[in-house]
C-alpha cells in the first residue's frame, strides 16, 4: 500500500506561481509511475502530467507547468507558472507501482488551488 500526501495549494492571482509535492510512502518510490490529476469545479477529473520513462503534460499546461521528482526524497513535485483562473481546481498526485502499469491506483487526498482573477 502506498500513501501520497500532498501540499503547496492555495490562493493565488493570475500570472502567478505555486509549486505542489507530494510525499510518498514505499521503498520502490524511483520505480513508480507518478502524475498530478486535477478536478475544475463542475467538471471531471482530467490529467496533467506524469512521469514514467518520459514525462507526459496536457496541451493545456505545456510551456507553463513543470512535473519532476525527487527520488531520494520519495517526493514528485508541480511547478505551475503564469496560472490562470481556469486552473482553478483540486490537484490530486497519483502513482502506479511501475512505469508500465495501466492505470495509477494510489490517490492522494487532493490540493485546492485557486487561481483569482
Known amino acids: 500500500q502506498v500513501q501520497l500526501e500532498e501540499s503547496g495549494g492555495g490562493l493565488v492571482q493570475t500570472g502567478g506561481s505555486l509549486r505542489l509535492a507530494c510525499a510518498a510512502s514505499?521503498?520502490?518510490?524511483?520505480?513508480?509511475?507518478v502524475a498530478w490529476f486535477r478536478q475544475p469545479p463542475g467538471k471531471e477529473r482530467e490529467f496533467v502530467a506524469g512521469i514514467t520513462w518520459r514525462q507526459d503534460y496536457a496541451e493545456f499546461v505545456k510551456g507553463r507547468f513543470t512535473i519532476s521528482r525527487d527520488n531520494a526524497k520519495n517526493t514528485f513535485y508541480l511547478q505551475m507558472h503564469s496560472l490562470k483562473p481556469e486552473d482553478t481546481a483540486i490537484y490530486y498526485c497519483?502513482?502506479?507501482?511501475?512505469?508500465?502499469?495501466?492505470?495509477?491506483?494510489?490517490w492522494g487526498q487532493g490540493t485546492q488551488v485557486t487561481v483569482s482573477s
Open positions: 514505499g521503498d520502490n518510490f524511483s520505480n513508480y509511475g
Open positions: 497519483a502513482c502506479k507501482l511501475n512505469f508500465f502499469g495501466p492505470s495509477y491506483d494510489y
